[in-house]
């Protein structure tokens, strides 16, 4: 099955810094690539998300990469804000016969935190 | 507004105890899920369904079982519950097949403690 490393497992910032967050994949055929968004005590919430097709896509201060060649993809928040303090996970979607894109794998999570 | 419910939202159980976590969804979605989530491991699956009579096991689905009651209703047991079933227990719902890509949307979760 799939297999989604993400990496690192904690990330500190200054407010206003960029911070990178990484993950790759196993499976070739997965072909949909969502980050959500866990903050303390809450549910996680679907914040980007990139389809395969696609290389690059862009959401105000959050952007996701994608490089199927490599198999790894990457979620980039420029300016960071204290709010932004969160876990962060990535997850991959393989086909799975008629039933395609609904089941994800995630990655281990991020805990990233925003020092003003 | 349409929305994701758990019950019970917390729950101290004894080692041996049957347990069932409860997840109603108002969304109108084919597509029910199962996670646990334990600190350094993410969000795992243990069971899913895409419809009422689709039930299939996730990665991790040795110790519990699920029942589909309804569209809206998709129940989570632990026959015999175990220390290392201590956990944050998600359902999540979604629109299914139709179009590429996805979205879950996660109820409130259940924290679970078997001592």
């Known amino acids: 099955g799939e297999n989604v490393e993400q990496h690192p497992s904690t990330l500190s910032v200054q407010e206003g810094d960029s911070a990178v967050i990484k993950c790759t994949y196993s499976d070739s055929a997965s072909n949909y690539f969502p980050w959500y968004k866990q903050e303390l005590g809450k549910r996680p919430q679907l914040i980007i998300d990139i389809r395969s097709n696609v290389g690059e896509k862009k959401d105000q201060r959050i952007a996701v990469t994608l490089n199927k060649t490599a198999k790894h993809f990457s979620l980039h928040i420029t300016e960071t804000q204290p709010e932004d303090s969160a876990v962060y996970f990535c997850?991959?979607?393989?086909?799975?016969?008629?039933?395609?894109?609904?089941?994800?794998?995630f990655g281990q999570g991020t805990i990233l935190t925003v020092h003003p | 507004d349409a929305d994701v419910t758990q019950t019970p939202r917390n729950r101290i159980t004894k080692t041996g105890k049957r347990i069932m976590l409860e997840c109603s969804q108002t969304k109108g979605h084919d597509r029910m899920y199962w996670y646990r989530q334990d600190p350094g491991l993410g969000l795992r699956l243990i069971y899913y369904s895409f419809d009422v009579k689709d039930i299939n096991k996730g990665e991790i689905s040795d110790g519990y079982s699920v029942s589909r009651q309804a569209q809206a209703k998709f129940s989570l047991s632990l026959e015999s519950a175990i220390p290392n079933q201590t956990a944050l227990y998600f359902c999540?719902?979604?629109?299914?097949?139709?179009?590429?890509?996805?979205?879950?949307?996660f109820g409130p979760g259940t924290r679970l403690t078997v001592l």
């Open positions: 999540a719902t979604s629109v299914g097949a139709a179009t590429r890509g996805d979205t879950q949307y």
């Open positions: 997850a991959a979607s393989t086909n799975a016969g008629g039933t395609s894109y609904g089941k994800l794998t």
